[in-house]
């Protein structure tokens, strides 16, 4: 596993965009991880009635908000809670759609057409759509059930892939030969079929990855996702939105932030898929 981690990186450092993606990519991780404990409380409201909403200075970097809260610190923390969404729920993701598309594929049968006929209904559902019934039969989604909700929705597209390139590669020879030679199942398709397919898996976990930040940050926006005083991208541009013409700072910060985390993720995947599969560059 690790050998497979340091030749996607290997890959994708060779290409422009892989190297441009990877150093904005681990700019903002290193900035969630290690500056917090220098920056001030992002909850904390120190002057509501004098100092909310003052621009850009010396003491507040990206200015404050409404509530006198130190923006660049909102931003910061803002950022662990969407990549700690992020990660969360596209492990759950990923795992529980490569397991599906690995038995799905390999077993073949009935197990094959009842998992993709409820991979097929269960596309046919916006994801969107089934978050927001999750959330109107709650006053109130913690954030790791909010990480379950966003994860158990999103295997479906990585299941077919999984079980496409699982149909494709069964046919070969070293798989016809480990069965010929008395292999368990469960040997083929973790030995065998599961690390030929880490390569597709690892451009869609990568893509992913961006779709949730987008996810998270949307349902933030429309209330139903981190909830205050927990400061998320999609929540601070909410509580700016009165503020948007008078304080754009406030909006802009975070606004930024999600663009620059998303476009580094999608650089990222599109270089690692341009060089693990050369046709599609």
């Known amino acids: 596993m690790k050998e ?10 060779a290409r422009p965009e892989g ?4 150093t ?8 969630a991880l290690l500056l917090p404990p220098m920056l001030q409380d992002p909850r904390a409201q120190p002057d509501i009635l004098n100092g909310s909403l003052r621009p850009p200075n010396a ?16 931003v910061v923390h803002g950022a662990r809670v969407s990549l700690a969404v992020a990660a969360g729920a596209v492990a759950l993701s990923v795992t529980l759609g ?7 594929g390999y077993a073949g049968g009935w197990v094959d057409a009842a998992a993709m006929r409820l991979v097929d209904g269960a596309m046919a559902v916006p994801r969107l ?6 959330a109107a039969v709650m006053d109130h989604i913690p954030l790791t059930l909010l990480i379950l909700a966003i994860g158990c929705t999103g295997w479906f597209g990585t299941s077919r892939l999984v079980r496409a ?17 008395g292999a368990r199942r469960r040997r083929i398709i973790f030995r065998h079929l599961l690390p030929n397919v880490l390569g597709p898996l690892a451009v869609a976990t990568t893509l992913a990855v961006g779709d949730v930040i987008l996810l998270e940050a949307g349902l933030s926006f429309l209330g139903l996702g981190v909830q205050p005083p927990t400061p998320s991208w999609g929540g601070m541009i909410l509580d700016a939105k009165p503020d948007i013409i008078s304080a754009p700072w ?10 620059l985390t998303v476009l580094s993720v999608n650089l990222v995947g599109e270089a690692l898929r341009d060089a693990l599969d050369p046709r599609e560059s």
């Open 165 to 181: 390139e699982v149909l494709r590669i069964r046919q070969l020879e070293f798989v016809r030969s480990a069965e010929a030679l």
């Open 98 to 104: 490569a397991l599906i598309g690995l038995v799905a």
């Open 19 to 22: 190297r441009i993606g990877l």
């Open 129 to 134: 759509f089934m978050l927001l019934l999750i």
């Open 24 to 31: 904005i990519l681990a700019i903002i991780v290193v900035a």
């Open 250 to 259: 406030t909006s802009l910060a975070p606004g930024l932030a999600i663009v």
């Open 4 to 13: 497979s981690v340091r030749y996607a990186l290997r890959v994708t450092w």
């Open 59 to 74: 003491s507040h970097l990206l200015g404050t908000d409404q509530l006198s809260r130190d923006v660049l610190s909102r």
